[in-house]
Every structure is written in C-alpha cells, then in structure tokens.
C-alpha cells in the first residue's frame, strides 16, 4: 500500500522540518511526500526543496498562495499512492501512524481510516487503542454529533485514493473545509475505522485562524447550512445535521457575544436554535453540551452569556 502524505505548507518553516522528520521516520515506507508550498514568503520552500534533494520520496511542488484548500487540492491531483494523508504543516505524527492506519484498512477494508489526536503533552512509547469500524452513514452521524472519539479534521485519516476520482475536493475560499468535504467522503465509503489510538499530534497555535474572531467563522453558519439540506431527505442523518447546525449557531452567538455584539448576527444564531432545539433536547444522541446550551436559552440569551464568559 503505498500512502501519498500531502503536507500544505504557507510561511511554516519555524515547525516544518519537525513535521518532515516524522513523516520520513515512519515505520511504514511505501509512501511519497507531497510537500505543497503555497506560495510562502519565508523559508518553507527551500526547506522542502532540501529535504527533496536529500530524499527521494519528497516532492515540491511551488505554487502561488491559494489558500489551504486549493493546496490540499493540488496535492490529490498529483498523488500516486493507493492511499492519501493530509498532515498539516506545524503537526506531528507517531512513528507508527501510518502502519497502524494501513493495517487498519486491509484487516478491515475500510476505505477511510482514522486515529485519535493529542493538542498537548507526549505520545506514548507504544500507543493502544481500540478498534471500531462503521458503515459511511453511522460515521457521518459521529461526526455530526460530535462523539468525542472522532475528528471533523482531514488529518489523522487515511483515505482510499478512489474516493477523490468523482471530482470531490475541499472548496477553496472558506474556512471549515475539513467539514464540508469529510462528511461526503464518509457518506460515500461502505467502511470507516478508527482507533482511539493518539498517533496524531496537533499543535494548537494561539494565533491560528481558529483561535482567533473574524467574519470568516461564520462560514461554519452556511456550512452546516449546506450539510443539513445535504440530508434533508435521510431522516436519520438530518436529524444529526440539525443538531450540528444549532450546535455551530451556538459556537458563533457565543463568540460574537465576547467579540462585539453584532445584533444582526446574534438574531441570525438565535432564530436557527430556536427551530431546531426543541427536537435536539428530545435526541437522545445529542451531547450534553448541547442540552445545556438548549436550556439556558428557554431562560434567554442573558444565561447564554453568561455561559460564554465561564
């Protein structure tokens, strides 16, 4: 099995050899590296460049700053392996990740594969998890719920390379990629795996886009928009994109309540709980975050706030 690992790369050279290394170091070897430099301004792309003269299995491509999907996306274009990785370019990866994921698609035939993440702290000498394996639809509900064991992240997965040759790929421009796309690639394999394994290290950076307010989150508002009409037709999965949708508004009511208090914007997140928390509080598969948020707004957006500043 040979794994194309795709790493986008934009101005990283500060954590970029650290993250080559533990590709490189990884116990299962048929794999290329397809380092994507994405127009950087810094060092990256000659660091890449280094480590392409070096070792044969590392490529460069040098692009023009397109963002982070067009850059994944250029990545699956040019991938031969039977198998693509996404790994972001300031993270880590386990020794073991790759043999552990490939192992777990060939024992089980799962044309997605994922393990568990750390945001802190050291990986394990020998990392043990469990193993559990879903049909696409039970998985799309994982991740839509937000069970803990699973991630709406592209990395920390390996994916069948065949998925992609229906055209799918990340749409460039808006943040919450991962989400738009993964859910589709879940939908359309017979198979997911995943063991709770952390294998996946993913560094946390204050000053990363998610870390930080800007207009561009509310792109999880049409995101999410999207997902629920996706399903609008599959009673089972729709419920679950509801509660992912009211669950966003949530997240962006409460960060315009510490960033602003845009009215417009708060009457827009209010007006999407309120249709769709009454049938999350009665979803025995909703997480009790969700419930309480649901509570705390039959009491008003003055209990909701105060929960934004806990």
């Known amino acids: 099995m040979k794994v194309s690992v795709i790493v986008p790369v934009y101005n990283g050279e500060a954590y970029l050899a ?105 990986f394990k000498r020998n990392p043990e998890g469990e193993l559990a394996v879903f049909d696409g639809v039970k998985a799309v509900e994982k991740i839509l719920y937000q069970d803990d064991d699973v991630t709406m992240a592209a990395w920390a997965h390996l994916f069948d390379r065949r998925l992609f040759d229906s055209g799918l790929r990340f749409r460039k421009g808006i943040l919450y990629e991962d989400l738009e796309l993964l859910h589709q690639l879940y939908f359309m394999a017979d198979k997911v795996a995943h063991t709770s394994a952390r294998l996946y290290y993913y560094r946390d950076t204050p000053g990363s886009i998610i870390n930080t307010w800007s207009k561009r989150r509310l792109d999880v508002l049409d995101v999410t928009e999207g997902i629920e009409q996706a399903y609008k037709e599959m009673p089972r999965l729709l419920a679950a994109a509801r509660d992912r949708r009211m669950s966003a508004a949530f997240n962006i009511l409460l960060l315009n309540a510490r960033h602003g208090h845009d009215r417009d914007l708060e009457r827009r997140c209010m007006a999407i709980i309120r249709e769709r928390r009454l049938s999350s509080l009665l979803n025995r598969r909703v997480r009790p975050k969700n419930k309480l948020g649901i509570l705390l707004s039959y009491i008003g957006k003055r209990a909701l706030y105060i929960m934004a500043r806990v």
């Open 18 to 122: 650290e993250c080559l290394e533990s590709i490189l170091a990884q116990t299962h070897s048929d794999m290329e590296i397809v380092v994507v430099d994405d127009g950087s301004t810094d060092g990256s792309g000659s660091m890449a460049d280094n480590y392409a003269e070096t070792d044969s299995r590392v490529r460069v491509l040098h692009c023009t700053n397109g963002g982070l999907s067009i850059a994944r996306n250029r990545g699956i274009d040019v991938a031969t392996g039977d198998y693509v990785c996404f790994v972001d370019a300031d993270d880590v990866l386990h020794p073991s990740m790759l043999s552990t994921l490939c192992s777990m698609a060939l024992e089980t035939g799962a044309e997605v594969c994922s393990c568990g993440f750390l945001r802190s702290g050291c």
